[in-house]
């Protein structure tokens, strides 16, 4: 049973690119959820999606950062125009649908931006 | 907002020794609070939650303690080993599927 995916594992852009973070959850599941993590400190929330449904971008800085979670296909997170601030790791995770224990959230092994 | 503090941000024992890491939460909706090992360039790794119905819970060397008067909740580690190593994250959810707030994180080194 496949955990949840994530690539690439490594970016690296220049300041003014774009990029692009994909997100496929475990299997059976169809919540999402985006973290962003800075060096030496904890992961912090930056949306929740449900497949074509963003439910919560109450974390997303509010230009720049897109997400989005398609009827096929995985999830992106896409970052326009990247700062060096944008350098971290970026973490997603997921959770089975409602009507079974929602809260409990499966990390991938993320996505460590570098804005050179 | 939700905000979650995190104690001591590091902690260093002897193997064989117990560790005992603390978390206490602002919001009185909170009733789902998991915690996660980070080991240094990996994913978070779950590695016990408890929800608001129980005061405890235990898995092997693992047990969490919640207070929700208190609004606080601490892991336990029993009988350390050096592959215990690592950073410990507390966090909180207020239950259905909910983004969490992460506590800062607890770096445990332990000793051989």
């Known amino acids: 049973n496949a955990g949840v995916m994530q690539n690439p594992r490594h970016l690296v852009r220049r300041r003014g690119q774009e990029a692009r973070l994909r997100c496929s959850p475990m299997k059976g599941h169809s919540h999402v959820y985006w973290y962003r993590q800075l060096p030496e400190e904890g992961l912090k929330f930056m949306v929740y999606l449900q497949k074509e449904n963003i439910i919560d971008e109450s974390g997303m800085p509010k230009e720049r950062f897109s997400a989005e979670f398609p009827k096929e296909g995985p999830s992106i997170l896409r970052i326009q125009q990247v700062v060096r601030g944008d350098s971290a790791a970026y973490f997603c995770a997921s959770s089975p649908p409602w009507g079974i224990v929602t809260d409990t959230q499966y990390f991938g092994p993320g996505t460590r931006l570098t804005v050179l | 907002g939700e905000n979650v503090e995190q104690h001591p941000s590091t902690l260093s024992v002897q193997e064989g020794d117990s560790a005992v890491i603390k978390c206490t939460y602002s919001d009185s909706a909170s009733n789902y609070f998991p915690w996660y090992k980070q080991e240094l360039g990996k994913r978070p790794q779950l590695i016990i939650d408890?929800?608001?119905?129980?005061g405890e819970k235990k898995d092997q060397r693992i047990a969490v303690t919640l207070n929700k008067t208190a609004k606080h909740f601490s892991l336990h580690i029993t009988e350390t080993q050096p592959e215990d190593s690592a950073v410990y994250f507390c966090?909180?959810?207020?239950?259905?599927?909910?983004?969490?707030?992460f506590g800062k994180g607890t770096h445990l080194i332990i000793q051989p």
């Open positions: 966090a909180e959810g207020g239950g259905g599927a909910d983004g969490l707030t």
């Open positions: 408890i929800r608001s119905n129980v």
